[in-house]
């Protein structure tokens, strides 16, 4: 097994919620279990967005996504 890395490279994905409405979901790149305790971080988007508008946001924020943190208070 790997070890565990607060660096692990993230990636922006798009999922749907039961009722389909797209949110934005921070996965791990490699597919590996998350280093953040298995933690699945998501952003809620406007109702009425788009899949297309998701995919775009996504597409811009890992243009320019250099890492997802965790803190805890």
Known sequence: MAAVSPHQ?????????GDGQPYLAFAPA?????SYSNSLFTLDLQAG???????????QVN?????VSSTVF
Request: charged share 20%.
């Open 30 to 34: 490699s597919g590996a279990p998350s």
């Open 63 to 67: 243009a320019v996504l250099r890492g």
């Open 49 to 59: 967005t788009t899949h297309d508008q998701a995919e775009t946001l996504a597409a």
């Open 9 to 17: 490279q993230h990636r922006c994905l798009v999922k749907r919620q």
